[in-house]
C-alpha cells in the first residue's frame, strides 16, 4: 500500500521560512518523479514543483522561483520543500504527490498517488 505523509505545515509571520517533508513507502520510489501542489480555500489544486526521479532536475511555478526549492533523497524515500520568504497567498495545504513516469509533470491529472496534506498559513 503505497502511503506518502506530509509534515512541516505551521503558522508563519511573512518573510519566515518553513521545511516541508514527505515521507513514501510502499512504492519504488527512485521509479517516480515527486510533486507538491498546494490549494488555497475556494480554489484549484495548483502545481508549486517537481522533481525527476533522480533529483536532478527540478521545475517550480513561476510563483515560487526563487523562494522555493524541491529536492529529494532516494536513500531515505523522502521529498522536501524548503519554502523562503513566504508570503500570505502561500497560504494553503500543501500535498505530496508521486508519478510513476518518473519525468516530471505540472499535470495533477499525471501523479498516481497522492498523501493527506498539511496546512501552511502565512499571516501578514
Known amino acids: 500500500q503505497v502511503q506518502l505523509v506530509e509534515s512541516g505545515g505551521g503558522l508563519v509571520q511573512a518573510g519566515g521560512s518553513l521545511r516541508l517533508s514527505c515521507a513514501a513507502s510502499g512504492l519504488t520510489f527512485g521509479n517516480y518523479a515527486m510533486g507538491w501542489f498546494r490549494q488555497a480555500p475556494g480554489k484549484e489544486r495548483e502545481f508549486v514543483a517537481v522533481v525527476n526521479w533522480s533529483g536532478k532536475n527540478t521545475y517550480s511555478a513561476d510563483s515560487v522561483k526563487g523562494r522555493f526549492t524541491i529536492s529529494r533523497d532516494n536513500a531515505k524515500y523522502m521529498v522536501y520543500l524548503q519554502m523562503n520568504s513566504l508570503k500570505p497567498e502561500d497560504t494553503a495545504v500543501y500535498y505530496c504527490?508521486?508519478?510513476?513516469?518518473?519525468?516530471?509533470?505540472?499535470?495533477?491529472?499525471?501523479?498516481?498517488?497522492w498523501g493527506q496534506g498539511t496546512q501552511v498559513t502565512v499571516s501578514s
Open positions: 504527490a508521486a508519478d510513476r513516469t518518473a519525468d516530471w509533470s505540472i499535470n495533477r491529472l499525471q501523479y498516481d498517488y
